[in-house]
DNA sequence: GTGGCGAAGTTAGCGTTGCTCACATAAGTT
DNA sequence: AACTTATGTGAGCAACGCTAACTTCGCCAC
């Protein structure tokens, strides 16, 4: 059958399926996505699939997510992406996987800014844990709102670094609390932090404030919740 | 062209793409999804779909719905839905509207069960939602996750809903502190309980506490949560 | 009853998706 | 230079959402 187009769409490979607007500034090559010059090798697909699945979970959201259409915006077939990865859940396990560690920097770093233990720094790490789903609303839901159909028994990897964001949390609470090491009201008390900040994240995401009717100002609560959760000691 | 089947798969329409082992003890005719008797209409095709919709985001997870899966459930082509509903989506909105109904009766009987004001009757209100969450785990997910996909500014009937739910809410807060009628304290306060509560919600049903490797009471959470966060009168 | 009309079904078919196959190419090792 | 292996390609499958054109049947006027 020969070959009809040995080198397949030339250079320009930011194409996701419909124009998207200007959207990134990508020069012709260099672009995260597309592979490098015109080589029949892409160099690093993997992250190239994941970085451009992201890209297009948060322009479109995750319901119009297609591989098909990051394989379009890489510059590559549609079928490229099972020589890295399973199926299509494989993929969204390695950008949770990415947006896992990131939010795990950020609320460390949110936590490192203010000097002593206690509620103003548990609520400056609720306000990191929102502020970054506020950031990547796309990202976050994947990470947090498919674990039905991404679940994998044998991935012990996303469980570590889900299991790792969850004992900062409890650290700080049990400092706040003056245990050391943190026993069990801080456990508990860590859960009830972060079930309040996650429940603030998605309800904001989901524009469910707004479907209610509610207006809200999410700082705000973070802040009464922290300080009245927390007893002082 | 004829008529190859003229009325078509005779009876037994519970055949809903695989073989659902055992699942609904439907008898032959009768079954809340088929079409009465051999009849070419239906009946209530509208009711029908929202309901089979239901059953099987119930059995196989929001993720693996498919509207030509109804279809098969209720003994209709696939093309039949478009008669009754604009497309997917209108029908996951119908859906939406169940929900929220049903869960404004939940929230409204545990209330009733309480006699007086205050945190034990808002931590029952708490609880039933959370009740309603993990009976209908699915359509808990379509309700408050695809809001996003769902989003339809012409479609007035669901926030008019979404809103009384949180009027109760807020209602009964307002009665908790003695305001009356409830006031801004009022408000702030029942936005951070459905919060807690929704954050309690959505974590249980994703198996993100199971997830991040911590074991939780919710119940003993909202009890928590309700007695910390709304002050003693 | 009879006839017509419109609502509510039908089949056929389009374009897209996720994924598998057999094959082509390039990178690296010997 | 030859062989091996990882990584790409195109063709093609079944299933999906949805449309178009046609058929069936309930209902209402007469």
């Not at 789903?133 to 679940?151: C, D, I, S, T, W």
Request: glycine share 10%.
């Amino acid at each position: 059958m020969a070959k009809k187009i040995p080198p397949p769409p030339s250079g320009a490979a930011a194409d996701p399926s419909d124009p998207a607007p200007g959207a990134g500034g990508e020069g012709r090559f260099g672009c995260a996505f597309s592979r490098r010059r015109n080589r029949y090798h892409h160099g690093d697909l993997a992250q190239a699939l994941v970085t451009a699945v992201r890209t297009l979970v948060e322009r479109d959201g995750v319901e119009k997510l297609s591989i098909s259409g990051a394989c379009r915006m890489a510059g590559v077939s549609s079928a490229a992406p099972y020589k890295h990865f399973r199926d299509r859940a494989d993929i969204l396990r390695a950008l949770c996987r990415e947006g896992f560690g990131e939010l795990r920097e950020a609320m460390a770093t949110a936590a490192a800014a203010i000097p002593a233990p206690g509620p103003d720094r548990l609520a400056a790490l609720g306000k990191a844990y929102l502020a970054y789903a506020e950031a990547n609303p796309g990202l976050f839901g994947v990470m947090f709102g498919m674990k039905r159909e991404l679940h994998d028994p044998e991935d012990t990897r996303t469980h570590e670094i889900a299991h790792a964001n969850m004992l900062i949390v409890i650290a700080e609470v049990g400092a706040a609390l003056g245990e050391d090491p943190p026993g069990e009201e801080a456990h508990r008390l860590a859960c009830v932090l972060w079930t309040f900040v996650h429940g603030a994240a998605t309800l904001t995401l989901d524009g469910d404030y707004e479907a209610a009717g509610v207006e809200v100002d999410t700082h705000a609560m973070i802040d009464l919740a922290a300080h009245r959760l927390v007893p002082a000691r």
